[in-house]
């Protein structure tokens, strides 16, 4: 706890520098003075360990304000979709009807969502057996079902 040694520091040097009024002997003049160095060097010590968790406690707040941020811009982004299970019962969030609902249509992925991340979901084709939709940054595949592509068209 820097500060309490801090300040018990500072108390210790006043209390040296009133003694010294009363001393009349070189000796006691020469103990209190190197005492009065002591309590400096430590006064000058504890200064600095406060700076050094003063700089880290304002890295904190700066990061903690940049993730509150963060945190009211995704809460707005998230209140644009909806969740919703496709025909082929994959589960994904589609954006909102309403006036503030991200154009063209487009699918998000659930699990980024769960993750605070705007994902937009990407179809890919696995041949004739059907469509699926591809994840580009977790790389979750979703079935999907004809309709469901189709509607990314509407
Ligand atoms: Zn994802």
Redo the contacts with the bound molecule.
């Keep these: 706890m820097p500060f309490v040694e801090f300040v018990t520091a500072i108390r210790g040097i006043t209390e040296i520098a009133e003694g010294l009024k009363s001393l009349h002997d070189f000796k006691q003049v020469a103990e209190a003075s190197s005492q009065l160095l002591q309590r400096l060097l430590t006064v000058e010590s504890e200064a600095l360990s406060l700076h050094n968790e003063y700089s880290i406690v304002l890295q904190q707040k700066s990061d903690l304000e940049k993730r509150l941020l963060e945190f009211e811009k995704w809460d707005d982004t998230a209140s644009q979709y909806s969740l919703k299970k496709l025909v082929a019962r994959s589960f994904v969030y589609v954006p909102n009807e309403t006036n503030k609902a991200p154009k063209p249509m487009h699918y998000l992925?659930a699990?980024?969502y769960g993750d605070r991340?705007k994902?937009i979901l990407q179809t890919i084709y696995v041949g004739t057996g059907g469509d699926r939709l591809f994840?580009p940054?977790?790389k979750?595949r979703y079935e999907a079902d004809s309709d469901d592509i189709r509607e990314l068209d509407s």
């Design positions: 992925c699990k980024c991340k994902s994840c940054e977790c979750t």
